[in-house]
């Protein structure tokens, strides 16, 4: 009997999911006007931080064993290139450790001489002197990589965003919390992503997000829609650097691009909000 309505259950969920949910992403509501999230960012302003300064933490590039898999490259062999070039690296219980020391300590543009800055460093040294641990270590990580290239490898896999949906959405069975769903591949423990998601839900308008990329973080407060027939998204960008003057309007409300676009409206220092209509 307790399997037969076991089995009642899931249908009624499945049912519930595959009718519902395309029902409720594609009813006309409107997305929340710039007001009502400019008055949430300064009244949510230090949840903001600590959400942006966690992700950068967990997202940055430290070396891990897993990393070093050939020959050419190991540990030991990256400390001596490094060395080679007059910098020390500093003692610690493991060679691994003595690495991601280096990444977490000032930053090493003005301790290798003559090196081509990569494109993706320009706008964390642009602002070198206020840096998170985090935007350092990436800083320092893509210098190694321009500096050693032979011993120094490519970071492995990082956390990319963490997934808070609605109360029905949770209900349901929805997306995968975070992305990518192995914890053991990113390093990051799941006591960590409740810590993000109780963060998230104190910010949620709707839905709440937080992704990185090359660009900054975004933290989505808003999001209707289906990816295959157009979703529309608002919330908050730390951007590492500002936006394409084209790309920045005085005003997000009553945006209806027919391509995909992505407005920004400047609030504070690197923060802005965002509207992307896909």
């Known amino acids: ?9 899931s249908v009624i969920s499945y049912l519930l999911a595959g009718l519902v949910m395309p029902l409720l992403f594609l009813a006309p509501w409107k997305y929340p006007k710039d007001e009502t999230l400019i008055a949430m960012f300064h009244q949510k302003r230090p949840e903001l931080e600590q959400l942006r300064i966690m992700f950068e933490n967990d997202t940055a590039p430290r070396f891990s064993q897993p990393e070093f898999i050939s020959v050419e490259k190991t540990p030991g062999k990256l400390i001596k290139a490094i060395a080679a070039r007059g910098v020390l690296v500093p003692e610690a219980p493991t060679q691994i450790d003595s690495l991601n020391r280096l990444l977490s300590g000032s930053s090493l543009h003005d301790k290798f001489s003559d090196i081509h800055v990569p494109k993706d460093a320009e706008p964390l040294l642009a602002q070198v002197s206020s840096l998170s641990e985090g935007e350092r270590i990436k800083l320092n990580r893509l210098i190694l990589q321009a500096v050693v290239p032979q011993e120094c490898p490519k970071p492995g896999s990082k956390l990319q965003g963490v997934y808070d949906s609605s109360a029905l959405g949770r209900w349901l069975g929805g997306a995968p919390t975070q992305y990518p769903e192995n914890l053991d591949l990113i390093g990051v423990p799941k006591e960590r992503i409740k810590q993000y998601q109780v ?28 990816s295959i027939g157009g979703a529309t998204s608002k919330g ?20 209806k691009p027919k391509n995909r676009a992505t407005f920004y409206r400047h609030l504070e220092g690197n923060w802005y909000l965002f509207l992307r209509i896909d």
């Open 1 to 9: 009997m307790w399997v037969v309505l076991g089995l009642v259950g």
């Open 236 to 255: 908050y960008v730390y951007r590492r650097s500002p936006p394409d003057t084209k790309e920045i309007t005085p005003t997000l409300d009553n945006k």
């Open 199 to 226: 963060l998230l839900r104190s910010i949620r308008y709707r839905s709440a997000n937080i992704e990185g990329s090359r660009r900054g973080i975004s933290i989505t407060v808003y999001v209707v829609g289906l």
